[in-house]
């Protein structure tokens, strides 16, 4: 049976001040179209069942999840004790699918990515299925790219192996996020995809790959099993997940495993990364302002202001960033929005915790 | 006697959100020491007595002025029924001395100005009254400039003629505001002052010359001296406000006058005309950011940011303005603050009065 899995975890300190230590990126609006996360489980509709879709979280969060997604079934929240990357959490995951379901192909989805051309992005996910549910692939999602991105991991295909599928190519190389030199020479290639973060693959199998590549964490998650719908559960999973450090699964994982594949996916996608990936994607005046709220613009060029009631009122302003709150007014440029974060670490420095 | 005339008649749109229709530059704190026009009456302790201290408005202003100045006495507020311009309201002011005091000595002074060295301020202001007070000169205060501002009129001093003081010239030529280099010849000719605006001279002589350069008004003030201190009196200053143009003091008079002098004034001026002197006047961190409020920075340069409660946080941001009142927040870059008043027109266009 297929599963999703939505991993939301995150807590987005670039979107601050919308976004909170108890109200993360995939529980806000960015765009005007719902909560991250809402419109990630929308978008499984005619794809996976309601009653199959899995949210790995955290207990501080898992309630707010609910909040928004009213439809999912609360004894599929999946809770971490702590955040230890992405390889435990899937991990964590596939222990509890297994028990459910023996033969579980999961989805991995993040909660917090932006994805149009829903049929599209079902036809990757069905050729990835195929792939993997008769075999021992790791199958990840890769994105043609449109242009030499240098914020996104990148994927090499091998195109002179055999395709799995039409689309489905074996994976050449993992590669970080490149400086514009390589972005650029990738982009070029045409043989290489930036990486998702979305994979698929049957639990059966990233359980036993977990346990090759990672051992220790492979023993912790047979310790879960063996405690999984006793009441010592909750207690076993705290141990497991403090007793180790984090690590990725493109890192712990991917990376060393032998059968990955990678589906071609032609779709739109955003990571979101940081607020002007929001301008980006907003839609814009004839002057390249994005707005929400109550604003005025004179003379005001490639802007994105996001409001409330409160009159914003941007005069000769060119390529900025400003978002207010009940509490806040974040005031950035468009091409310095990575450095969001720097000022949430300061503010947390400052012991100003009611700003965090 | 010497009398002080404050000019209390603008409406200020330039330092808008923090100016409105209703409170207007002269009533705002703008660099933390105190409404401008406090600070103009506390700059007159040891010149003029409070009893002698006269302020010309609107009645819209005046009991917000009387609330900040509660030393100033009732009946020494003036009433313009309409704005006119610069000549009318002295003109009025003076009819309304000459009735309490024929020989009275009248230091016109705008409310909303910022000058330091206040021992330097009443030396050239009391060097102006040794000069008129016998006399029919118009004297004018320049002050010595520190930089090629394009910003003020300059007045070129006569220096070949003969000095009626030390710091007091014959006036060559009055100047409008210049271009960048028309500005600089005038800065490096050392014959140059700014144009700040404050003026000394005799009540009867303005009169005077008000009668002779300006006849229409002249006859409307002649009719408003009769009418004074009668029941016609504010029905005689509204017919007569109503029937004219204005204009102002230096184009309709002291432009024509024979005997005009200037005092070469060497203490601090400026004229707060926009938010960006107001950057310049206010003390500043290293980074040269001047703040007043919650705010934060972090990566900011040279930066005014005027806030409140609400945490106002600046990131990678340089050369900016930030204002945030109770119903609006204005950002616009420190070298377009010239086009604030735009937005002013637009919101009024707009029909957004509640924001004016």
Redesign the interface.
Known sequence: MLHAVIMAGGVGARF??LSRKDRPKQLIDLTGEGAMIEQTVRRLEGLVETDNIWVVTNVEQAEQIREVCPALRKDRFILEPVGRNTAPAIGLAAVHLMKHDPDAVMLVLPADHRIENRDEFHYCLNSAVEVVHDSEVLATIGIAPTRPETGYGYIQMDQTGIRLRDNVYPVKTFAEKPNLATAKLFFESGEFLWNSGMCVWRADTILKCIADFLPLWGAGFREIEMALGTPQAESVVKKVFSAQKGISIDYGVMEKAKHVAVVKGTFEWSDVGSWDEVWRLLPHDAHGNASRGNT?A??TKNTLIL?GD????????EN?I?I?TG???????LD??Q??K??VD??KA?G?NE?L
Chains 1, 2 share one sequence.
Do not use: F
């Open positions: 601050w001040p005025a004179h003379n409001g409160k009159l914003i009122a941007a005069v000769g302003v900025l400003v207010e509490d806040a007014i974040l005031i950035c440029p310095r929005s450095e969001v720097d000022m300061a503010l400052q100003k700003y």
